[in-house]
């Protein structure tokens, strides 16, 4: 199987064993036609969207607003059902880490980090990645497809299930935030992140506003201009390089699209200003890029960018070819960009013992075997050949 630059979109099947589909998913003009379809009412759609989204119901009988020959109708064409949990663990800090196995069988993984007064959730954009940025685990899934819009909301349903934090709009929510950081690179799937972000965004359903979600991406310079324009997100960018020759062999992606292109298309990202500042990831790799010339380097790169720099210490998987920083080193290289004014906090690894920390996902039902693990070269090259970076 070739693995061409977006991932191979071999759809999953929408419709379930009984032929329904599922409503999770349709944006709410979709879900307008969807209804009006069946003969319903134009004024159900707010109805019923508020059932599925604000109230998160997963049973058309728990629609008590609508009259129960509705409910039927409803019930006899679709379905609300979530994908299985195929795994659900805890970490000793409290992060949880869910595998999501969709209609196909395809697994992604999402981690929920609670912290006192609130929660981000890290969300997948695709089953495995492309890309294969070396530190990452995610990169050596050899097997890579879009997730679907239906399958990102899922994601936050389910976990919004598993925190009981229905309906929507409650005080301190355990699950207040998004970021598109975990498995895949979100602007390869541009549509089906946008779509589904629409989905999350919209205030009388899970009502989480875009001033609350990040989207990460490794580089994919045409595609941020779009993301700022039509969704107004946050934005974090995997720098983790301040030279093309060292960036070009750790965030291959960058062989395409260069430091100068894609700083400049921070400088233009739509909506950046002062209380609006571009996160820029940094992970901090011992003897690679964690130098104090580095930090000094990567200070005049941003200058005129309106940033803050959050850095990473690496988190080390089965056979990654890096080593994390030492403490201190990490620390005079913050303090390094504290003294040029940076807000750059040091972010504390969470979840490690679940394997759910930055970086670590892949789906667990296709972790390395040790010959693979072997063979990582191969894998590597082969998708960096179907990408056209080699
Ligand atoms: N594909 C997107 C989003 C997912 S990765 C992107 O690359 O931005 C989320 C973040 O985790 C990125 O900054 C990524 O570079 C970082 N990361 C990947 N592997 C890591 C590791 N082993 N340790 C620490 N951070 C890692
Ligand atoms: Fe893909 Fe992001 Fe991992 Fe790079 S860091 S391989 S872009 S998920």
Known sequence: MGITNHAQNFAPPLQD???????????????????????????????????????GVTDFAQMLTLAKPVRDKLAENFTLARPVIAQDQKSEDGTRKWLVKMLDGQEVECVHI???DRGALCVSSQVGCTLTCRFCHTGTQRLVRNLEASEIVMQIMLARDALKEWPSGKEDRLLSNIVMMGMGEPLYNFENVAKALRIVMHGEGIAISKRKITLSTSGVVPMIKRCGEELDVGLAISLHAVTDELRDQIVPINRKYPIKELLQACRDYPGVSNSRRITFEYVMLKGINDSPVDAKHL??????????????PFNAWPGSPFECSDWGTI????????????????RTPRGRDIMAACGQLKSASIR??????????????EKEQAQNLI
């Open 114 to 116: 609670p912290e006192s």
């Open 368 to 381: 390395l075997s040790a010959a693979e693990r072997a063979s990582i070269d191969a894998i590597i090259k």
């Open 299 to 312: 200070v005049r790169l941003l200058r005129g960018i309106p940033a803050k720099i959050n850095l990473i």
């Open 17 to 55: 064993s009984e032929g329904k589909s599922n409503l999770i998913g349709l944006s709410y003009e979709e879900l307008a036609e969807a209804l009006a379809a069946l003969g319903l009412e134009k004024f159900r759609t707010k109805q019923v969207w508020s059932w599925i989204y604000h109230h």
């Open 331 to 346: 620390e005079k290289f913050g303090d390094i960009l504290n003294a040029e004014g940076y807000a750059s906090p040091i």
